[in-house]
């Protein structure tokens, strides 16, 4: 695995970067990813795959890429945290619900927002953790649950 800086954007104290993480496999295989690191949080931006990741491997590609993205980072472990890597962002909060419970929450975050006037993606975004479009897939599986109306009444 390699990984190397693209570029950084400096405000004040704050720092943003981006970086390159390229992985090769003994098989040939190769991800390349554009991520960017702001205050310990890891956003994937961009992945390319030869050959294409199956749904379950991308979700394992911040799992792989962890250890080696904290170390281009200068991040320390921290003690209590029980990781390897202080950077990764889905490992700083406890794990995730999942099933009934994940779509409960999905659920309450949303119509939480709707009856401030805030965007519920954005509160269902900071509820679990998932990006943008994790949250609309979860979303989309509360409302096939029945837990809220569909989005677009049928004619």
């Known amino acids: 695995m390699s990984v190397w800086p693209a570029w950084e954007v400096r405000e004040g104290e704050r ?5 390159h993480v390229r992985l090769a496999f003994a098989d040939g295989a190769r991800i390349d990813a554009l991520v960017t690191v702001c205050d310990g949080w890891v956003c994937v931006e961009d992945v390319r795959a030869r050959p ?3 749904l379950e491997d991308l979700a394992l590609f911040a799992d792989w890429i962890e250890g080696p993205l904290a170390q281009a980072c200068g991040a ?8 390897d890597a202080g950077t990764g962002a889905h490992r700083q909060r406890p794990a995730p619900a999942r ?3 994940e779509r409960g ?13 805030a965007d519920p993606v954005l509160a269902v975004m900071d509820e679990t953790g998932y990006s943008r479009r994790g949250a609309l897939r979860l979303i989309g ?5 029945g837990l809220l109306p ?5 004619r």
């Open 15 to 19: 720092a943003t970067r981006w970086l």
């Open 52 to 54: 294409a990741l199956a």
């Open 105 to 117: 929450l999905v659920a309450r975050a949303y119509r939480t927002a709707q009856e401030k006037g």
């Open 76 to 83: 320390e472990t921290e003690p209590d945290a029980g990781d």
């Open 150 to 154: 569909a989005r677009h009444a049928r």
């Open 141 to 145: 599986r509360t409302r096939d649950a």
């Open 99 to 101: 099933g009934p419970l």
